[in-house]
């Protein structure tokens, strides 16, 4: 089973206020760096503003805008094969034997795979933010969990 096969996961798990509210960033971000551009050769400040500068301007915002959209990305799927987290750039497949558990300690602004030697690994994709949705996802993983290491 590979990671990018959708039909072998039982559950996948994303985070719901995180996106919007990096997508909204983003949007923002973006919309302010076309501005400051498009202001920047309206007056002459004594210094002079080219083209070139307002293009690099908005590309500027675009790179911001895309590290913002990496808050999208985050993503838990269980299944028979492990827990693949997928955070903000990478994912990763923890098989069943390495995995001690998954919790969400309390005081942490999220979840976290529990693996051997009191290492873990943090799960962006379930969130203190999402509030009643983050104990649902939590009550699933926990059945889940159960079910393959039971």
Do not use: C
Not at 4 to 32: C, K, M, N
């Amino acid at each position: 089973m590979s990671a990018t096969d959708t039909s072998s996961w039982d559950a996948t798990f994303r985070a719901r206020v995180t996106p919007i509210v990096a997508v909204i960033v983003a949007v923002l971000l973006l919309a302010v760096h076309v501005g400051i551009a498009a202001l920047l050769t309206i007056k002459n400040t004594g210094v002079y503003f080219r083209f070139s500068d307002q293009v690099s301007f908005v590309v500027l915002g675009m790179v911001f805008a895309g590290l913002a959209l990496l808050l999208t990305r985050p993503r838990l799927r269980i299944g028979p094969a492990g827990v693949a987290v997928r955070n903000t750039l990478g994912e990763k497949v923890i098989p069943w034997s390495q995995v001690r558990g998954i919790s969400f300690p309390v005081g942490v602004r999220w979840a976290r795979v529990d693996l051997d030697d009191d290492e873990y690994v943090p799960v962006l994709a379930i969130q203190t933010h999402d509030k009643e949705r983050a104990v649902a996802a939590m009550d699933e993983v926990r059945r889940l969990v159960a079910k393959y290491q039971g």
